[in-house]
């Protein structure tokens, strides 16, 4: 394989693995693609980091989720969040 035509393989698995990182982390994805996205989360170091601020986001949703969910200003602090997260979801221009 030529060294562009690897290059432009990694590329459109980063683009598969970043639409698929919100799922991997629900645990929402068949096994095989669950193994393959983890592979490369190893290798790459920008999916690394996406899947890094994923399941912060992930973890504080769930934080606030459990606290008072009844409180107004708790749902507008996770529906910032959401909103954070759906906005880091775009995929890049590059
Ligand atoms: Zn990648």
């Known amino acids: 394989m030529s060294k562009l035509i690897q290059k432009i393989s990694e590329m459109n698995e980063c683009q598969k693995v970043s639409k698929k990182l919100q799922s991997y982390l629900d645990s929402e994805l068949t096994p095989e693609l669950a193994v393959r996205v983890s592979k490369h989360l190893d290798l790459c170091l ?3 980091m996406k899947y890094e601020s994923y399941s912060r986001i992930k973890k504080a949703l769930a934080t606030a989720a459990i ?3 009844d409180s107004n200003e708790r749902q507008l602090a996770v529906e910032r969040l959401r909103r954070f997260a759906i906005n880091i979801s775009l995929p890049e221009k590059e």
């Open 46 to 48: 920008k999916c690394g």
């Open 67 to 69: 606290a008072e969910s």
